[in-house]
């Protein structure tokens, strides 16, 4: 209540209608709890409490749990959040969670922590960055003892369609520190740079070195050679400036280059496997082609397959080893399959097949079950020394799906094979 004080006079009538108040509504009027608090010069603060029977304050103050009156740029306001947070994600919690139950502890926090101050208070860029480091290091893993890779950074997200640098009529990647300088597509040459210049590519010392690592800056430029000079445009907008309306676009759009998250999250699997699933589509799991990427010291070859060459597609999509199982699920299901080029290709055209068949919530659920058996098994066999013939790993397929199925508790399976059956056209 906002009253400007005019004397005593006014101060008993305000308590003679708090009273009026209380004994029409049955509701009370708890002055012990009350605080006055001036805005301005108000003469006469403390005899106006002691009319009212309540205490004084000043602003800023806390009003709901929020701080009332203080100003919206001071970082302060927000330590309480951020050390909340840092509470809640505490290093030891992670030791006892998997990558799904992290996320969904992050996401819990995220929603209920911030959200209420950011009805009141624009975010500082400085805070928001501060929480994004709390939650990425939760998620992933680090410590002040141990760094751990991180497998995808949310700048990157749009980064191959979006954010490009465009040099002396050419493009090239921005972030440049984390693109590949010899692999990655050039519009300039309409290929990789290892292919235009295969010879220069035979004698470079460091084959595997970022962009950032044979650049140099010079201001917020770089030079590439051309006509023009480097800079940062936007490419879904017709002007290369950023606007509002084309990120939005960019965001709702049902184009070909969505991301089938539908696929890996609406299914009915655990929240580790489709968080695994996930960072399978985005080719960032830590197979051995990525892993020399970091540079790692690591021979690149399939354990699946014993041949060269471990990439995230290879691995759980193209091995021989691999698609042995990916046969038996289409035999199966009775369908006819033309396995396409990469995991987030698979994920793209895999829903919807079944239509509105009771099943469909199982072939949901097939590829995660199927991708990750295929990465446990990869993982036992590289760290345990443990092997499976494939005709076991089917079995356990199967039968980690039936176990994924039952816990759902929509379908009326009474046994093993009575699920198999309904599997099977």
């Known amino acids: 209540m ?3 004080f005019t004397g005593p006079i006014l101060c008993k ?37 002691e009319i009212l029977g309540c205490k004084t304050s000043a602003l800023p103050m806390k ?47 995220l929603s209920n922590l911030p ?13 928001a960055k501060r929480i994004e480091t709390i939650q990425r290091n939760f998620l992933w893993g680090d410590s002040e003892e141990v760094t751990k890779f991180h497998l995808w950074l ?8 979006a ?14 520190g984390r693109v590949d300088f010899q692999n990655a597509y050039w519009d300039l040459w309409g290929c990789p740079l290892k292919s235009a210049y295969p010879e220069l590519y035979r004698i470079a010392r460091a084959k595997d070195a970022f962009v950032a690592d044979n650049f140099q800056c010079r201001g917020d430029s770089i030079a590439l050679g051309g006509s023009g000079e480097d800079k940062v445009c936007w490419k879904p907008s017709q002007s290369k400036s950023f606007q509002v309306k084309s990120y939005y676009k960019s965001l709702t759009t049902n184009g070909e280059e969505c991301f089938p998250w539908k696929s890996i999250w609406k299914a009915k699997v655990p929240p580790r496997v489709a968080f695994f699933s996930w960072t399978a589509a985005l080719g960032r799991i830590l197979t051995a082609e990525n892993l020399r990427r970091r ?36 035999v199966m299901f009775g369908i006819s399959w033309v396995m396409p080029a990469r995991v987030r290709d698979l994920f ?35 760290f345990e020394g443990c092997e499976q013939h494939v005709a076991e790993l089917k079995l356990m397929f199967l039968r980690t799906l039936f176990e994924w199925m039952a816990s759902t508790r929509l379908f009326g399976f009474s046994s093993f094979l009575e699920f198999i059956d309904s599997c099977c056209f």
């Open 163 to 176: 954010v490009m640098e465009t040099g002396g009529g050419g493009e090239v990647w921005s972030f440049g």
């Open 348 to 382: 793209d055209c895999w829903l919807g097949k079944m239509g509105n068949h009771p099943v469909h919530m199982i072939w949901r659920a097939v590829p995660h079950c199927l991708m990750w058996c295929l990465w446990r098994e990869r993982n036992l066999r590289i």
């Open 2 to 4: 906002f009253l400007q």
């Open 63 to 109: 009003y709901l749990g929020l701080p009332l009156g203080a100003h919206f740029k001071v970082q302060s306001i927000w330590d309480p959040i951020v050390e909340k947070l840092e509470r809640r994600l505490a290093g030891w919690k992670r030791m006892y969670l998997s990558k799904g139950g992290r996320l969904t502890l992050i996401k819990s926090t």
């Open 115 to 127: 959200t209420y101050y950011l009805s009141l208070f624009p975010i500082p860029a400085a805070v």
């Open 13 to 49: 009538n305000i308590v003679t209608t708090a009273y009026l108040l209380v004994s029409k509504s049955g509701l009370r009027v708890n002055l012990g709890k009350s605080e006055l608090a001036q805005v301005g010069e108000v003469p006469h603060l403390e005899d106006l409490a």
């Open 295 to 330: 540079r790692v010291i690591i021979v690149s070859w399939c354990c699946l397959c014993k041949m060269d060459g471990e990439s995230v597609d290879h691995l759980l999509l193209h091995c021989a080893y691999a698609k042995e199982l990916w046969d038996f699920v289409f």
């Open 154 to 161: 949310w700048r990157f997200g749009v980064e191959r369609e």
